[in-house]
């Protein structure tokens, strides 16, 4: 029941910044942890950053440790992934992604497209 919305992709170049916006539709959102993944051409699906409920609590994948930070905004409904000193290997579709039942994140944003230009 739960739905997600994205926006704030774009093209920009290396060493840019650029942020994503993910709002979740419901009552509980504060309740359940929000996740950032990202999929390139031709590769699997990996996981960037997720946070707990509150916020308090956020794990990031090594590849963007220390360039992107995620934060959210209970009030909003809403989690970001700001993306600083931007590669081209960040090229890829992000999604957000919710775990509404505590189970796994199972609930998928449409993507958002991030080129990083050399």
């Known amino acids: 029941q739960v739905q997600l919305v994205q926006s704030g992709g774009g093209l920009v170049q290396a060493g840019s910044s650029l942020t994503l916006s993910c709002t979740a539709s419901g009552r509980r959102f504060a309740r359940y942890g929000m996740a950032w993944f990202r999929q390139a051409p031709g590769k699997e699906r990996e996981f960037v950053a997720q946070s707990n409920g509150s916020g308090g609590s956020i794990f990031y994948a090594s590849s963007v440790k220390g360039r992107f930070t995620m934060s959210r905004d209970n009030a909003k409904n809403t989690v970001s992934l700001q993306m600083n000193n931007l590669k081209p290997e960040d090229t890829a579709v992000y999604y957000c992604?919710?775990?509404?039942?505590?189970?796994?994140?199972?609930?998928w944003g449409p993507g958002s497209q991030v080129t990083v230009s050399s």
């Open positions: 992604a919710a775990d509404p039942n505590a189970v796994r994140f199972d609930v």
